[in-house]
T-cell receptor
Framework: DTGVSQNPRHKITKRGQNVTFRCDPI?????LYWYRQTLGQGPEFLTY????????KSRLLSDRFSAERPKGSFSTLEIQRTEQGDSAMYLC????????????FGEGSRLTVL | GNSVTQMEGPVTLSEEAFLTINCTYT??????LFWYVQYPGEGLQLLLK?????DKGSNKGFEATYRKETTSFHLEKGSVQVSDSAVYFC??????????FGAGTRLAVHP
């Protein structure tokens, strides 16, 4: 079991550029979640996939944000026209088909927008 | 809507001291409750959980009891160690088992 993997771990970009983060969940997990965490705050829910279907999106997920999970395996989170307020840690988590409520988190991808 | 409030940190203790981190919640229905921990440089990991009222979750010497009457899930440990230094997050489960987190409480334990 290799755990949830996220890439890149750290991305520095200039305002206005597009960035994409990738998440590889634990292989047998069909549920996948994206969260955003800013300094001194707890993680905030962004979106949820069950297999390839995106079933819920937070109001935090503006139209500059898009997430996909083709084939129900890995997922990508793209941020277009980045703003300084997008600087945060983006966390991915997964859980198995018969969830006990526990989410398994990756180490996160830190975005810095200059 | 559902929300979690936990005590602000940082909490600074000497080794072997008693720890309490307060957590209260607002929720419709009866959510499951969790404590997650984030050690420096690592991802969030589950510390303990409770799925119904009066359940006690425990792990690594930490305990928390699901109190419906006070809508609380306080984290306790009888004797902390330096290795317990981390950020602790209280959370509840919402729809689709998504978690709603508190702001986190940083714990620093000194020898």
């Amino acid at each position: 079991d290799t755990g949830v993997s996220q890439n890149p771990r750290h991305k520095i970009t200039k305002r206005g550029q597009n960035v994409t983060f990738r998440c590889d969940p634990i292989s047998e997990h069909n549920r996948l979640y994206w969260y955003r965490q800013t300094l001194g705050q707890g993680p905030e829910f962004l979106t949820y996939f069950q297999n390839e279907a995106q079933l819920e999106k937070s109001r935090l997920l503006s139209d500059r944000f898009s997430a996909e999970r083709p084939k129900g395996s890995f997922s990508t989170l793209e941020i277009q026209r980045t703003e300084q307020g997008d600087s945060a840690m983006y966390l991915c988590a997964s859980s198995p088909p018969d969830p006990t409520g526990e989410l398994f988190f990756g180490e996160g991808s830190r975005l810095t927008v200059l | 809507g559902n929300s979690v409030t936990q005590m602000e940190g940082p909490v600074t203790l000497s080794e072997e001291a008693f720890l309490t981190i307060n957590c209260t919640y607002t929720a419709t229905g009866y959510p499951s409750l969790f404590w997650y921990v984030q050690y420096p440089g690592e991802g969030l990991q589950l510390l303990l959980k409770a799925t119904k009222a009066d359940d006690k979750g425990s792990n690594k010497g930490f305990e928390a009891t699901y109190r419906k009457e006070t809508t609380s899930f306080h984290l306790e440990k009888g004797s902390v160690q330096v290795s317990d230094s981390a950020v602790y997050f209280c959370a509840l489960s919402g729809g689709y088992n998504k978690l709603i987190f508190g702001a986190g409480t940083r714990l620093a334990v000194h020898p």
